[in-house]
């Protein structure tokens, strides 16, 4: 069952999708050859804590041992921050969850290291945000859950890239993982959308195979099965009765024309 939220819990929900994305924020400028993941995960974490007076969501979430997730090139998801230092043109993704006043903002956005990266990196990283923004224009009241995942896919499919199956989108509210699972390649999971719930739409899209392993000593790190790099872009979000509102939306977006409440043109 998917859980419709309330006015309270809508509002509840927007501060909490504000504060993860003032994360991302605050630790772009930190993102620069030579520092550690670990340091940048620590940095975090002083953030969420100390100014935003919120809790982590990742922190000991299934034993999960840091506040982010930070992975880097080949890296799908799930990357335990540590000693590991940035390097020129490395494709870093940063996901955030913050609890606050009990309910969850989950996001997350690829950095690029030095700001330049190879060509089939560039095209990597500005296909997997095309496919969350192209997938966000989907969603409205009366549409189909599957329409993400075919607009994705067709995208995907037109740059040669593979999309991860192993892990998807997800309900999100007063808990971290809900109803519905939100699937980013072709499916027949068809689920008719209402206004009021809400969920993570975090396409992961690969250079190559969409195959990934995990890492069998933490228990966590997926990267890709032939070590090609692997791109993701996410944002918590509340269908509306003519589009969606992003909680998670930053500045950038917004001056970029990614406005908070997508549109959907209905004929």
Not at 18 to 32: G, N, R, T
Not at 110 to 119: A, C, D, Q
Not at 183 to 208: D, Q, W
Request: hydrophobic share 35%; glycine share 8%.
């Amino acid at each position: 069952m998917i859980n419709l939220k309330s006015p309270s819990e809508i509002e509840l929900m927007r501060v909490a999708g504000k504060l993860a994305a003032d994360v991302l924020i605050m630790i772009e400028p930190y993102i620069k050859e030579g520092v550690t993941t670990g340091e940048l995960d620590d940095i975090c974490m002083d953030y969420i804590t100390k100014e935003q007076k919120a809790i982590s969501a990742c922190l000991g979430y299934h034993g999960y041992p840091k506040c982010t997730c930070i992975s880097v090139n080949e890296v799908v998801c799930h990357g335990i921050p540590g000693h590991y230092k940035l390097k020129q043109g490395d494709i870093v993704n940063i996901d955030v969850t913050v609890i606050k006043d009990k309910y969850y903002g989950d996001t997350s956005k690829m950095f690029i290291v030095g700001g330049k990266t190879t060509p089939l990196n560039h095209r990597l990283v500005e296909t997997t945000q095309k496919c969350l923004y192209e997938a966000l224009k989907t969603v409205h009241h009366g549409s189909n859950l599957m329409d993400i995942g075919d607009v994705i896919q067709k995208i995907a499919d037109k740059e040669s890239f593979s999309i991860v199956r192993d892990y998807c989108g997800h309900g999100i509210g007063n808990t971290f993982h809900d109803e519905p699972s939100v699937v980013h390649y072709r499916n027949k999971n068809s689920v008719i959308l209402a206004a009021g719930m809400t969920f993570t739409i975090e396409p992961m899209i690969n250079a190559g195979t969409w195959k990934c392993k995990v890492n069998k000593k933490d228990g966590w790190t997926v990267t890709t099965a032939d070590k090609s790099a692997s791109a993701q872009f996410e944002h918590t979000i509340l269908v509306t009765e003519d589009g969606c509102e992003i909680f998670t939306i930053r500045p950038e977006e917004e001056e970029a024309g990614i406005i908070s409440r997508i549109m959907h043109n209905r004929k």
